[in-house]
């Protein structure tokens, strides 16, 4: 496995050296892969949301413009259907 040394803050040093004592890790590199690979699926998930606003964008495009009465239920409405895409996707992984 390839070694790379970092530098961290006091305060991540603390939480690195917390999450080890606590007995959840055995050492400082299961800790920091374990905010990488939680990093890494924020990403992904970040991604993925932005892919479904666009895809939702361009078949706005394609529909006949309605004016929209409530935004703020417009916006609810997207922010739903990203999260049941977000919640699919997190089952898709376990």
């Known amino acids: 496995m390839p070694t790379r040394n970092v530098n961290l803050t006091a305060e991540l040093d603390r939480l690195v050296d ?3 004592r606590s007995g959840r890790f055995q050492n400082a590199s299961e800790v920091v892969r374990a905010g ?6 924020q990403r992904n998930d ?7 606003l666009h ?8 529909q006949e413009m309605t004016p929209i009465d409530d935004i703020g239920a417009f916006v609810d409405g997207i922010t739903a259907k990203l999260d049941a895409e977000s919640a699919a996707r997190a089952g898709d992984r376990d």
């Not at 970040?46 to 479904?52: D, E, G, I, M, N």
């Not at 895809?55 to 394609?62: F, G, I, K, V």
């Open 46 to 52: 970040q991604a993925a949301r932005l892919a479904l």
């Open 36 to 41: 990488l690979r939680l990093y890494e699926q």
């Open 55 to 62: 895809r939702m964008l361009d078949e706005a495009d394609r």
């Open 18 to 20: 917390e999450e080890v």
